[in-house]
């Protein structure tokens, strides 16, 4: 008998119900780029509140410097995350996070899921924590992290956050040696939906855009951020910062930056989010 | 029967990360006989660790713990009777064990007898307390932990020891894992070891890497293959990081074989803990990837091939790229990389130093007419300095910053070029290039002479402009890591006839051409700190530090310079002339002094030098030397002078051959240090 194959969008259905009968509340992806899941307002702002917090939600991620014109086999532009945060942290965290992998077909003992260390820190959020690369028959399909620190300051209590990267887990429970073999749904394969994005995406990252002009981008992005906090709106000047984030991203694949220029440019952009983040902190706490 | 008790007690972690691993049993050990030392009692600590779990083992314990009486001072003995009942009382000691001493009253404070069982609940909680982590994190008011502990129990003599450590409680048993969680009673530990064992898991380390290896070991039996010089470090590191090791060959479907084989390595090794195989002298289109449980193998290989795949595809994805480019196209690029704030870009320290590095050259080869070809290997070497910065590849393999340039080099089959990147970049390597006797020798002082002057003259570029910039580094901070560089600069500076001096008067002139305003004399006390720094790093003793900064801080690296002289080929004339001026001599010829420094060259080179004849060469020599030069100098003490002399080296002999177990190397380092050696004495 054929096993039955679980399609990517299926394997986000999945997902989403498995958190759901955890208690968790499902949002929306956020309609504006970012690197990774963690940019999420929600996530950010849930980590920063000092309450439970219980959310998962899909997420495009957009990684200028992962673009490979789509014949890399796993690793593209765009690709999706799923992302889970959790506070209080449930004690058998792990297991859980287990079982959802055997939710979507990555089981213990038919594959080798370990556990690698890895100690996750994002610079430019001035965010990090201790935690996982969670590796499925090698491959890493899962960052497992004990979020402790945001905007360079340590959270008063600590969140769990769970980052699945969809495409790989993917390719290893539909046993496709190519992220554009897997099937998006029960009649498209990904490549079909996604492959035109990555092809122009790609060319752009590493061609298409003027260094000069992402530059000038970058200040424009930076000056609204500290107008905007002038005027207290910290949610709309944590926008701009993912626009600016974004920017960074691309004048970095762009390979013209040294060391130092690189380090100033993130030093800029954490400076950025501090000051988004702080001032919610302080409304917080008022 | 008193010290025939026994406590096992476990714990299983979330994880216990690699360096935990590696200092958890110095950590328990100390913690357990801090926890006894009041009681006066030694014990043993036998200490299980995996990446999921510890289990400690504390035979031959006493049944009961007796602490040695105290005696405490107390108030003065005029104080009332109130005032040395409250000290009684605070202390918990008894009127009847009170005496009086100077004017102060004393209390004896008697322990009562412990049963140590009861005490063992408190022994578990001290060490789960005490063990500290070097990346930890805070999990509760008081508690910093590496990864959440999920499991804890203990055993005294097979019976049950209940306790709490904060939302834990101890249990009877622990899991096969925290994941499938699969119960495993056991009261000692090796009835744990042994349990597990039945499961496929080893919980001591070097169970585990026996196992690992004598499956490899099969493996490599059963096929044509061979494990690669890194092999081990890897190995290790897997031992770490699984219990249940199943050990896989994995056979590739495409081998990207136009990837440099570093660059595979690296991948393997670094990023994906595989074990690289060589057959013969290449790497084999196979690898050994090592599963935690008995998996599906043909899904495991099958997925680890695809994830290695994945990263090579990656990497040549990136190498192409950078193979297309031209040198013509870096430079674009490096016009527009800025080194610093304020410091140009770094096409202008390449431009900086094709000016700058011929004339190193020219210094070198001054006794040379024609060294045309040199400069010419140099101009084109200058071509591919730091072109590694631009290229992709190095996004994603970081750890080969300066080897990428050379295998872009090496791709356009320009050989010495490479070898001359590989030089400059990594001191290491050239060290070892220099050692190595396998290459024309011609062809390798050609090499060695550019690697060190581009080595040299591009450090200090750096460290001028940084220092132009006030980006100095202050006592507890180096950011930008410029003792570093100093550092590497004196480690060059012996292969390299050149004056720092010089070179950064020229650095200076070349700055002030961009009108960059340089001060310099922070940047002097700079490099004299870490020329100290350097001495004491190489165990001079105190004393000849002293006497090198005061001779050598006036001139800067005064020493080094001199050293290089020392040790190429002008060891006699130095010697000499060195000896005479400082003792205010005034003979010149190196005849006067014979140390036989060709028979040195030539025992070292032959491989055929051992303590005995080495040892035998240098007192013919000092005997020669002492021989002659008080038949010429008719100089009372100089016996004594050079018996001064000879005694340092022959302690330095003694030391080098017992510290150093490669026998090249401790040649090699033998000689280095000798000649400094024979320098200092000099000096002094």
Known sequence: MLKYIVSFTEMIDILQKFWQKQGCEILFPYDIEMGAGTFHPAVIFGVLKQNLVKIAMLQPSRRPQDARFGINPNRVYQHHQFQVILRPIPNNIQQIAIESLNAIGLTIPDKDIRFIEDNWQSPSLGASGLGWEVRCNSMEVLQFTYFQKIAGKPLKEIVVELAYGLERIALISQNKSHVNDLLWSSTEKYENIRMFYENEWSKAAFQGYSAMYLQKQFDLYEFEIENLLKKKLHLAAYEMFLKLSHTFNLIESGGELSVQQRAQLIKRTRKCANLCLQLYVEGENE | ?684
């Not at chain 2, 959440?148 to 203990?154: E, N, S, Y």
């Not at chain 2, 084999?284 to 998996?295: L, T």
Request: charged share 20%; proline share 2%; with cysteine.
């Open chain 2, 1 to 684: 029967m008193n010290n025939q008790n026994n406590l096992f007690f476990f714990v299983m972690y979330e994880e216990i990360p690699v360096l935990a691993q590696q200092n958890v049993l110095q950590q328990v050990s100390q913690l357990v006989n801090d926890w006894f030392t009041k009681y006066k009692v030694e014990v043993e600590v036998i200490l299980h660790v995996s990446h999921i779990r510890m289990l400690v083992e504390l035979p031959n314990l006493p049944q009961t713990l007796h602490q040695k009486d105290e005696i405490i001072r107390g108030p003065r003995t005029h104080v009332s009777q109130n005032i040395l009942n409250k000290f009684l009382d605070k202390n918990n000691c008894d009127m009847q064990f009170v005496f009086e001493k100077d004017n102060f009253y004393y209390a004896v404070k008697k322990y009562d007898m412990l049963n140590l069982q009861n005490e063992i609940a408190n022994l578990c909680k001290y060490i789960l307390n005490g063990l500290s982590w070097s990346t930890s994190m805070r999990w509760n008011s008081e508690v910093y932990w590496s990864r959440p502990v999920r499991c804890i129990g203990a055993y005294w003599n097979d019976q049950h020891i209940n306790f709490d450590w904060y939302d834990l409680q101890s249990s009877k048993f622990m899991f096969d894992s925290l994941l499938t969680r699969n119960i495993i009673e056991a009261t000692s530990a090796n009835h744990a070891l042994s349990q597990l064992l039945n499961i496929g898991r080893y919980a001591n380390h070097e169970h585990r890497k026996q196992k690992l290896q004598k499956e490899i070991d099969t493996i490599l039996l059963n096929t044509n293959y061979s494990l690669h010089d890194d092999a081990d470090e890897v190995i290790n590191e897997i031992n770490y990081i699984v219990e249940a090791p199943y050990v896989y060959l994995v056979k590739m479907k495409k081998s990207f074989a136009n990837l440099p084989e570093i660059i595979r390595r690296t991948v393997m090794v670094q990023h994906q803990q595989y074990v690289p195989l060589m057959n013969k002298k290449t790497l084999a289109d196979a690898f050994i990837a090592v599963a935690n449980y008995d998996v599906n193998k043909d899904v495991f290989a099958h997925q680890s091939n695809l994830t290695l795949e994945a990263r090579f595809n990656d990497a040549n994805f990136f190498w192409t790229e950078d193979c297309n480019s031209s040198l013509k196209d870096y430079d674009t690029i490096l016009q527009k990389i800025e080194i610093y704030k304020n410091l140009g870009f770094v096409y202008d320290q390449k431009m900086r130093l094709q000016k700058l590095v011929p004339n190193i050259l020219q210094d070198i080869y001054k006794n040379i007419t024609n060294h045309d070809d040199q400069l010419i290997l140099c101009e084109k070497a200058l071509q591919y300095y730091k072109i590694d910065l631009p290229m992709k590849t190095v996004y994603e393999f970081d750890s080969l910053e300066g080897e990428i340039a050379a295998l872009y080099a090496e791709h356009f089959k320009k050989y010495e070029i490479a070898q001359i990147i590989r030089n400059y970049t990594n001191i290491d390597n050239f060290e070892l290039y220099f050692n190595t006797q396998q290459f024309d020798k011609e062809l390798k002082n050609k090499i060695c002479n550019i690697s060190a002057a581009i080595g040299i003259a591009s450090r200090m570029d750096t460290l001028v402009g940084f220092f132009g910039v006030g980006q100095m580094p202050t006592g507890s901070s180096d950011p930008l890591g410029l003792r570093r560089l100093v550092y590497e600069i004196l480690q060059l500076l012996p292969y390299c006839k050149v004056s720092l001096v010089d070179i950064e008067k020229n650095i200076y002139q070349l700055y002030q051409e961009q009108d960059i305003a340089l001060e310099k004399s922070s940047l002097i006390s700079f490099i004299d700190q870490c020329s100290k720094r350097h001495l004491e790093n190489l165990n001079y003793k105190p004393f000849v530090i002293t006497i090198a900064m005061k001779y050598a801080i006036p001139c800067r690296l005064y020493v080094s310079n001199k050293l290089q002289n020392i040790l190429f080929d002008d060891l006699h004339s130095s010697f000499v002339t060195l000896y005479n001026r400082l003792n205010g001599f005034h003979i010149s010829h190196s005849d006067d002094i014979s140390i036989n420094l060709q028979s040195l060259y030539d025992l070292i080179f032959q491989d055929e030098i051992t303590f005995q004849n080495l040892s035998d060469l240098l007192n013919e020599s000092f005997c020669n030397m002492n021989e002659k030069m008080s038949d010429k100098l008719r100089l009372q003490d100089n016996v004594l002078i050079l018996q001064k002399m000879c005694k340092p080296i022959h302690n330095f002999i003694d030391f080098c051959f017992i510290e150093k177990h490669d026998q090249k190397h401790q040649i090699c380092a033998l000689f280095t240090k000798l000649q400094e050696i024979l320098f200092f004495y000099v000096a002094i």
